[in-house]
Structure formats: C-alpha cells, structure tokens
C-alpha cells in the first residue's frame, strides 16, 4: 500500500534530474579518492591507451578510473 502510494505520486523531469545530479556528487567525488589512492592502475590504463590516443591518454585514463571505480573494486585487473 505505501509503495503503491510513493508510486503513484507525480514527479517532474527536472526534479529526477536534479536527484540524479545529487547522487552523482559523491559518486564522483569517490572515484577521484579512489584514483589518487590507486594511481597504479591510472598509470597501466594511460600506458595502454598511449597508442591510441597520444594526445589525452592522461586525461581519458583518469576519467575512466574515476569513472569505473567500482569495477575496478571487483576485478582490479579487468581494465
């Protein structure tokens, strides 16, 4: 009874949104801990993306750390 009746409340577009927004902050800001923490696995994503991408390998690996940080929690040698 209760679900259904937090369910069947209106909710705008912008009011998800800004919800998203506010979950995004921590995730965010826990994967640049966990990528200042962990800056070996940076180094190894930016070594393979070198070749590909000589320009921003850098930037591209520390996003995909920030990015896959809970990935990378499970299977570290997945990325």
Known sequence: MRLQR???????????????????IPYILIGIGWSFMHADYVGQLESALILRLPAGANL????????????????????
């Open 6 to 24: 937090l369910l069947s409340r209106k909710v705008s577009v912008e009011a998800m949104l800004e919800f998203g927004m506010w979950l995004a």
């Open 60 to 79: 591209v690996a520390f996003g995909f750390t920030i990015a896959l940080w809970p990935l990378l929690l499970i299977a570290p040698t997945a990325c």
